[in-house]
Structure formats: structure tokens, C-alpha cells
């Protein structure tokens, strides 16, 4: 038996998914979702291994929520169309459904869930049924014609046998994420889990980011604080022109900076407002020449 949970803030869109899961007797809705933060609770609270997200949702947005989970469970994506969201799709083979989708095109998309999820158990010793669908169809293949347009077939790397399915699903998403992330609608916010509670950091806010093990810490007049992402992903999703990598391990809100000057043979130093001295590599501190139009 799989649990799935919907996330989803029109009623409407989870009742019409939850009707289609009806016809599947191993797949069972453990709670239904209307926002980010409500999915949040409920993936930590009942360990899915399916969720059904939406993407345009008040407070935070599906990709944001997904972010704020260690280790996400398989993910189906249910959206109007989006162009920053086709893009990572189909960049990263992560399976989606654009609204409105018919049963064939959402059983084609559980399918893929449970061969993936039978390949993963395959793997650990076990072999669930993939095939408990009721009244189950002998020719399943294809899109239904009316939605062909709008719910293009995604070559998904699911469909083939997987050497690790866990490792390469937590990478596909992470690869998902850091392409989404670079659409306008993230560009301008940050949003991470600070204990139990979920904050949602302006770009502006950020006096500097560096890299601590597997996390960047952000660091802003009112704290710092910790999220599981790459400072790569990081540099792809500020703005260059005032965000800049002067270091491996560290960039800079270019508008923090008071003074720079030598430090030894290789590196600088920057000084920022609040007193803050970070440093610069050569790279860097090239960088940082161009940005503010040093001769």
C-alpha cells in the first residue's frame, strides 16, 4: 500500500485527483493539502511516498515547498502551464501533468510512480504489484486526443531500470529545483524551515551566504540562518548585479561592502557595514572590480 498526500489550494483539482486514485486499491490519500505549508506538515507528519503538488499556490509555491523537505518523497506535478516549470520538466525528466488532464494521461503518471517504485523495491529484495488498478485496461498506452496538446509524454528515466532509484530521484530533484528557482517569481525571496516555522527571506535582506558542509548559512540583520542547498544554485539565482561569489565559499551582497583592500599575496579583504570582514579570492575580487567600476 502506498500513502499519497494532494497539495493543492483548488478543491476542486484534489477532489477530481483523489476521484481518479479511487480506481487504484494500493494507493491510499493520507491527507489532502490547500498550501505549501500545510504540505509541509502533512509530509512530515504521515512520510507519503507520493505527492500530488501543485505549483501556483498562495504563501509559497510548490517548488519553494518542495525545498524546505530533506528527503521529498516521489513527486507528481499537477500545474497550468508555466513556462519556468516546462523548462525544468523536461530539463530533468520529472514526470507532470498540465491541467486539465484526463484519467488515461494521470494513470499513465501513477504507472510511472509505481514502476519506479517496484524497480526501487526490486532493488531491496521485494516486488510490489504495479498492476492494482481496478477494472484495468489491456490497452493503456497513449495520451487521451483531446489532451495530446497540453500533456506532452516527458521521456522520463523512471520508465528504465534504475541502478540506485533513491539516489537518482534525490537528484533529479535537486537538479528540478535549481532550475526552477530561477524564474522571476523566486528570484526576489528565499524561503527556508528555521526550527518549526517557515520564513521567507527578501533577496535584499541578504547581507552574505557562505558554505557550511552540506548547507549555505544566509546571513541577514535579523539572523542567520540554514538551508540545504548549494552555494552553485545560490550564484545561478541572484541577481548578478549585486550578488557576487567572491570567494568559494562565500558571496556577497555588493551593496554591504565599505571598503576592500589587500590581505596577502593571493587574497583581499572586504569589510562590510555591519563589521563583518569576509575573504576575497583573486577570482573574486575581479569580480568585484567589474560590478563596481574600479579602474
Keep these: ?43 512530515q507528519l504521515h512520510k507519503p511516498d507520493l505527492v500530488f503538488l501543485d505549483i501556483q499556490m498562495p504563501k509559497i ?6 525545498e524546505l523537505i530533506e528527503n521529498p518523497p516521489a513527486i507528481i506535478f499537477t500545474t497550468a502551464f508555466d513556462e519556468y516549470a516546462i523548462k525544468a520538466f523536461e530539463q530533468h525528466a520529472v514526470d507532470y ?12 503518471a501513477v504507472r510511472r ?59 533529479k530533484t535537486r537538479a528540478l529545483l535549481d532550475t526552477a528557482a530561477q524564474s522571476p517569481e523566486q528570484a526576489d525571496r528565499i524561503v527556508i524551515r528555521d526550527n518549526s516555522h517557515i ?5 535584499p535582506d541578504i547581507i552574505y551566504i557562505e558554505a557550511a ?16 542547498k548549494t552555494m552553485s544554485s545560490f550564484e545561478k539565482q541572484l541577481p548578478p548585479q549585486t550578488f557576487v561569489r567572491i570567494h568559494r565559499s562565500t558571496i556577497v551582497n555588493v551593496t554591504h561592502i565599505t571598503q576592500l583592500h589587500p590581505h596577502d599575496k593571493e ?27 574600479m579602474r
Design 1 to 43: 500500500m502506498f500513502k499519497a498526500i494532494l497539495i493543492d489550494d483548488e478543491p476542486l483539482a484534489s477532489r477530481m485527483v483523489k476521484e481518479y486514485l479511487s480506481e487504484y486499491t494500493n494507493i491510499e490519500v493520507v491527507a489532502v493539502c490547500q498550501d505549501g505549508f500545510e504540505g509541509v506538515k502533512a509530509i
Design 61 to 66: 509555491n510548490g517548488f519553494e515547498m518542495l
Design 97 to 108: 501533468l498540465l491541467k486539465p488532464f484526463s484519467q488515461e494521461r494521470f494513470d499513465k
Design 113 to 171: 510512480f509505481i514502476s519506479q517504485a517496484s524497480n526501487t523495491s526490486v532493488a531491496s529484495g521485494s516486488s510490489p504489484d504495479p498492476s492494482n488498478r481496478k477494472n484495468e485496461s489491456t490497452n493503456n498506452s497513449g495520451t487521451a486526443n483531446n489532451h495530446a496538446a497540453n500533456n506532452k509524454d516527458a521521456t522520463n528515466s523512471s520508465d528504465q531500470p534504475l541502478t540506485n532509484p533513491y539516489h537518482s530521484q534525490k537528484e
Design 199 to 203: 520564513r521567507i527571506i527578501p533577496v
Design 213 to 228: 558542509d552540506d548547507y549555505a548559512r544566509i546571513v541577514t540583520a535579523n539572523g542567520a540562518y540554514l538551508k540545504n
Design 267 to 293: 587574497n583581499y579583504m572586504a569589510l562590510l557595514k555591519n563589521g563583518i570582514k569576509l575573504t576575497v579570492s583573486k577570482t573574486g575580487y575581479a569580480k568585484l572590480r567589474d560590478i563596481l567600476g
